[in-house]
T-cell receptor, first 113, second 114 residues
Framework: AQSVAQPEDQVNVAEGNPLTVKCTYS??????LFWYVQYPNRGLQFLLK??????LVKGSYGFEAEFNKSQTSFHLKKPSALVSDSALYFC???????????FGDGTTLTVKP | NAGVTQTPKFRVLKTGQSMTLLCAQD?????MYWYRQDPGMGLRLIHY???????AKGEVPDGYNVSRLKKQNFLLGLESAAPSQTSVYFC?????????????FGSGTRLTVV
């Protein structure tokens, strides 16, 4: 069965420090992987994706993510966190064969000044 | 740039009442989806549509119906609301079946059933 795990409900970092939000997945076949961000009372916004090619993908707002096939992970990273990065982050995987998307439960990122 | 627009933004229903959630997109996307978001459960797919006049069941379709009479609109109906349907509902659309470019989400409808 297809699944996504975001092992941390909450991540707290100080402004200016690097941040990592973890995501691991399980899917048959080749995955499409996505990160979305949700600000309070808003819909999810697309941040970045891995489809194929370079394992390190860059997205909006200075975020990047590294696809690691052997560890089935797709961790979200940013070198220097901003208070405005505080939000709820969702990892999602899509099975390219079955066309089914699965979202993680979300990780709340809090960046403190 | 409107993108995906959902109405209403908030609604309180009594158990047994019915309502329709409206979703409209102006991006000419073929694929549209209804998700519900519950704390600690991520997003779960209710129904989806691969084009005008078509609908299909997702993971949690029971208690909901949908219609896609026009390409730009995707309606979600609750015939007899139950407290278990208290949730935040998101409509989304995508350009392609594989969602290579990601989903575009609306801002959500917060529904409370009392």
């Amino acid at each position: 069965a297809q699944s996504v795990a975001q092992p941390e409900d909450q991540v707290n970092v100080a402004e200016g420090n690097p941040l990592t939000v973890k995501c691991t997945y399980s899917v048959s076949g080749n995955p499409y992987l996505f990160w979305y961000v949700q600000y309070p009372n808003r819909g999810l916004q697309f941040l970045l994706k891995y489809i194929t090619g370079d394992n390190l993908v860059k997205g909006s707002y200075g975020f990047e993510a590294e696809f690691n096939k052997s560890q089935t992970s797709f961790h979200l990273k940013k070198p220097s966190a901003l208070v405005s990065d505080s939000a709820l982050y969702f990892c999602a995987v899509r099975n390219t064969n079955a066309g089914k998307s699965t979202f993680g439960d979300g990780t709340t990122l809090t960046v403190k000044p | 740039n409107a993108g995906v627009t959902q109405t209403p933004k908030f609604r309180v229903l009594k158990t047994g009442q019915s309502m329709t959630l409206l979703c409209a997109q102006d991006m000419n996307h073929e694929y549209m989806y209804w998700y519900r978001q519950d704390p600690g459960m991520g997003l779960r797919l209710i129904h989806y549509s691969v084009g005008e006049g078509t609908t299909a069941k997702g993971e949690v379709p029971d208690g909901y119906n949908v219609s896609r009479l026009k390409k730009q609109n995707f309606l979600l109906g609750l015939e007899s609301a139950a407290p278990s349907q208290t949730s935040v509902y998101f409509c989304a659309s995508s350009l392609d079946r594989l969602v290579i470019y990601g989903y575009t989400f609306g801002s959500g409808t917060r529904l409370t059933v009392v």
